[in-house]
């Protein structure tokens, strides 16, 4: 399991590492049932104490993406896929209540909101399709 750590980040390092195991369980490279390392083997792998670790993991059991079992060790819960979706979506829901909050503060009304969001999302999609057919591009160039 690859995970890397910033210690220099703003973000805290219990932060990093939950992210990064609900985003590997999320994009399918870890899937239901697959054994987390132990807490004393990913706090040396990533040289951190021992307690963050065991720290994300008991949360991310309380969330339903990890289960831990008796002796044998931590593991990728049945549905973590679908449970990290939904955190994911928490997540999000906090944040856009967190923009429009400062928009309001800002004297803007619900359309003006919805114009801005509308126009990032545009951004957005445009972008990742230019990069989806760069990419598309560089394979065909590669193989010809």
């Known amino acids: 399991m690859l995970i890397r750590i910033e210690k220099g980040s703003a973000v ?12 590997l369980c999320a994009s399918g490279k870890l ?3 697959d054994r987390l390392p132990s807490v004393r083997e990913l706090a040396r ?16 059991v309380r969330e339903g993406l990890l289960e831990m079992r008796h002796g044998q060790g931590t593991f990728v819960a049945e549905d973590a896929a679908g449970a990290t979706r939904a955190a994911h979506r928490k997540r999000l829901t906090e944040e856009l209540r967190q923009v429009a909050r400062q ?5 803007l009304d619900a359309d003006d909101l919805h114009e801005l969001l509308s126009a990032a999302l545009e951004q957005v999609l445009r972008l990742s399709q230019s990069k ?10 590669v193989t010809k």
């Open 31 to 33: 899937t239901s049932g």
């Open 45 to 60: 792998e990533l040289a951190v104490n021992q307690n963050t670790i065991l720290r994300v993991y008991e949360r991310m």
């Open 103 to 107: 928009g309001v503060a800002l004297g």
């Open 132 to 141: 989806v057919e760069a990419k598309s591009k560089t394979k065909v160039e």
């Open 12 to 23: 805290p390092i219990s932060s990093q590492i939950a992210e990064q195991i609900a985003t």
